[in-house]
C-alpha cells in the first residue's frame, strides 16, 4: 500500500522555523522526483519546492528562494522540507507529492500556520 505521511506542521511565529517531514512507503521512492506543494485557504495549490531522485538537483518557487530548502534521505524513504524566516504569507496546507513518468502519489497534508 502506498503512503505518504507528512509531519511537523504547526503554529509558528513570524521569523521562526519549522521541518515538514515526508515519510513514504510502499513503492520505489529513490526513484521518484519529490515535491512540495501548498495551497493557502481560497487560494489555488502551488508548487514550492521539487528535489530529483538523487537529490542533485533543486526547484524552489520565487517567495520561498533563500529560506526553504528541500531535501531527501532516500535510504530513510523521507523528504524534508526545511522552512526559515517564515512569513504568514506561508500558512497553508502543504503536502509532498513523488513523481514518476508514469504516476504520482500525494500526502494527506499538513497545517502551516505563521502568526503572532
Known amino acids: 500500500q502506498v503512503q505518504l505521511v507528512e509531519s511537523g506542521g504547526g503554529l509558528v511565529q513570524p521569523g521562526g522555523s519549522l521541518r515538514l517531514s515526508c515519510a513514504a512507503s510502499?513503492?520505489?521512492?529513490?526513484?521518484?522526483?519529490m515535491h512540495w506543494y501548498r495551497q493557502g485557504s481560497g487560494k489555488k495549490r502551488e508548487l514550492v519546492a521539487v528535489?530529483?531522485?538523487?537529490?542533485?538537483?533543486?526547484i524552489y518557487l520565487d517567495p520561498v528562494k533563500g529560506r526553504f530548502t528541500i531535501s531527501r534521505d532516500n535510504a530513510k524513504n523521507t523528504a524534508y522540507l526545511q522552512m526559515n524566516s517564515l512569513k504568514p504569507e506561508d500558512t497553508a496546507v502543504y503536502y509532498c507529492?513523488?513523481?514518476?513518468?508514469?504516476?504520482?502519489?500525494w500526502g494527506q497534508g499538513t497545517q502551516v500556520t505563521v502568526s503572532s
Open positions: 510502499g513503492f520505489t521512492f529513490s526513484s521518484y522526483a
Open positions: 507529492n513523488a513523481g514518476h513518468s508514469v504516476d504520482e502519489y
Open positions: 528535489i530529483t531522485t538523487t537529490g542533485s538537483s533543486t
